[in-house]
């Protein structure tokens, strides 16, 4: 790779934002200084401001319609927007930088738009293919890909601009354990070529930390965003990581608290599934075949490499996309005067039986407000009002929401976003549960508090289907699994 003219600087002067749309301060008066080459693991707990800070740096925040600025941000002593091409960024959900329909043209994109010339940008695309290991054809259909594959072409097209500054939003959230690695090893490779500089943010950080050399970890307080530590690895992880874990942040040797195994064993079958080929493209089955059964008082976790088709089951399974051969059958226990085939059961009648939470939040987002995503589903229940008003309460509560409840969904952090489409699936309080990914972005405290509730659920009878790539979550869980194979 050619080497950028020099790293990347990053700076903040009592910096500042908050959303128009939210009535506190995402970051307020964080003063810190990266230098360039620097290698920073930025942590924090779900909410802390991490990612506001990393698309401050990224440029793309917006202007002063979509909110409030207070002091500066610097990128090599300029405004991000002027050193355009000096930072690439790869936010939480890639989807949102997923741009053409073909991955070669989607990687070229930002080469393009920094006036790299023809006959070398086909050869850079080829290069970030190949350094994270998106093996598909250039020609290949980008909305054909799993989530973890659009994670890899994101970063893919990152690593073909070679900027000065290289700036990762949890890049390995919904991986599979293989691809973990092989993310980081690009980045470290890309780093090496290039002595950019690191801001990558990570609940999980084993995997991280022989790559950084300075931890920097973020606290929301009420009058504004502090640096609650800053220093080497060991300095910050070993010295004060029993502070920094109570706070929420995942420190090697703490793990959080788990729940207790089930109180009894699983009860009535209420979906069963038998030969089952699933694919999202009619005549093309991905995955199968499948002969399974879902039952309440048990939760039944789905696991395989990226690709495989692990979220395409799940959709299956809660009836919302058909399957390609075999059948899925519905118990009448679950299914009452539905009929037996969830594919065919009208919206309302999903709503009370089956309730699914997909592996990107954005795809979910219907409302103005928090209080009002809440509200969704038990509106279209025709519920009394007094009635949505406590479930809506009661959830934002249990879930860590409170503070947010007036907020646009789409300013939330990652973590809180996840948060909040696990509540808005628990408001109809339906018999079964389809979760893709559903500690996705939480710190140490929210995984718990997650994870324990999807024990209580299972506990009071709720089935529940968990697809992840965390083992710690399906272990935690005591669940029974399945793995799908490519």
Known sequence: MTAPATPAALTAHGWGWRYATRHRWAVRDIDLRIEPGERVLLLGAS?????TLLQGFGGVLGGADEGETLGA????????????????????????????????????????????????????????????????????????????????????????????????????????PGGVEDVRDAVAAALDATGATLVVIEHRIDVWLPLVNRVIVLGAEAEGTVVLADGSPDEVLGARGAELAASGVWVPGHPPRVPAPPVSAPGDELVTAHG???????????????????????????????????????????????????????????????????????????????????????????????????????????????????????????????????????????????RLTVAAALATRPRMLVLDEPTFGQDAVTWAELVALIAALRDDGTAVVAISHDDAVLSALHARRIEVGR
């Not at 909410?47 to 990612?51: A, F, H, T």
């Not at 989807?95 to 738009?113: K, W, Y």
């Not at 008082?297 to 799940?314: F, H, I, Q, R």
């Open 47 to 51: 909410g802390s401001g991490k990612s």
């Open 73 to 176: 941000l610097l990128v090599d002593g300029r405004s991000p927007t002027e050193a355009r091409g000096r930072v690439g960024m790869v936010l939480q959900d890639p989807d949102t930088q997923t741009i053409l329909a073909r991955v070669g043209d989607d990687v070229a994109f930002g080469c393009e738009n920094l006036g790299v010339p023809r006959e070398e940008i086909w050869s850079r695309v080829r290069q970030a293919l190949d350094a994270v290991e998106l093996d598909v054809a250039l020609d290949r259909s980008t909305a054909a890909l799993s989530g973890g594959q659009k994670q890899r072409l994101a970063l893919a097209g990152v690593l073909a601009m070679r900027p000065g500054a290289i700036l990762l939003d949890e890049p390995t959230a919904n991986l599979d």
């Open 276 to 418: 089952l080929e699933v694919g999202r493209r009619r005549g093309l089955a991905v995955a199968g075949p499948f002969d399974l059964d879902v039952r309440a008082g048990e939760v039944l976790g789905v696991t395989g490499p990226n690709g495989a088709g692990k979220s395409t089951l799940g959709l299956t399974l809660a009836g919302l996309i058909p399957a390609e051969h075999g059948r899925v059958e519905a118990h009448p226990l679950l299914a009452g005067d539905a009929g037996s085939d969830p594919m065919r059961w009208s919206s309302r009648a999903l709503l009370t039986r089956i309730g699914t939470v997909l592996q990107t939040p954005e795809h979910q987002l219907l409302a103005k407000t928090v209080r009002e995503e809440l509200a969704v589903g038990p509106r279209a229940l025709r519920l009394p009002p007094d009635e949505i008003a406590a479930r809506t309460d009661d959830l934002l509560d249990r879930l860590r929401l409170r503070a947010l409840a007036e907020a646009n969904p789409y300013t939330l952090s990652g973590g809180e976003k996840r």
